[in-house]
């Protein structure tokens, strides 16, 4: 009887490793994806809060929500080039993302997109902070 629960034990840790080592290995490809797609480069503490991966008629559309510590946020602009943020979100952007249970932080006054001219085509990208940390909403097309 002790063998037995011995081996259940071992055989869950062992289990539970495996599941952890696949969800850290599926971020990291979702967030390289997420990359490629949308030319942004994201910082190191970023953390993938929401990701969904669609194909169809030929593009690649990708909408995410990620958590960028505040102290990496400028880093992560000026790596990106997203030069130019402008207050407000406007509703057909918040469409993109109405699927994201993190929708409703976009609704807050410190909310901003990124102006972008002729790319706002083929990536937006908005941002609201929360605690100590940004949280920014990407919908790109490739």
Do not use: N
């Not at 055989?11 to 949308?38: H, P």
């Not at 991966?53 to 690649?60: A, K, P």
């Not at 407000?88 to 001219?117: F, I, N």
Request: hydrophobic fraction near 40%; charged fraction near 25%.
């Amino acid at each position: 009887m002790k063998r037995r629960l011995t081996f259940v034990l071992l055989t869950a840790a062992i289990g539970a490793q495996s599941f952890a080592l696949t969800a850290c290995s599926s971020e990291r490809k979702d967030l390289l994806s997420l990359e490629t797609c949308s030319s942004l480069v994201f910082p190191h503490g970023v953390k993938l809060v929401e990701f969904e991966q669609q194909t169809g008629f030929g593009d690649e559309v990708v909408t995410a929500v990620v958590e960028i510590p505040a102290d990496e946020m400028d880093d992560f602009k000026t790596k990106s080039g997203l030069a130019k943020f402008t207050a407000g979100v406007p509703k057909d952007w918040k469409y993109h993302w109405r699927d994201t249970k993190s929708l409703p932080l976009l609704e807050s006054e410190q909310a901003y997109r990124a102006d972008e001219g002729q790319l706002a085509q083929t990536r937006w990208v908005a941002y609201t902070t929360k605690d100590t940390s940004e949280i920014v909403f990407i919908h790109a097309v490739c």
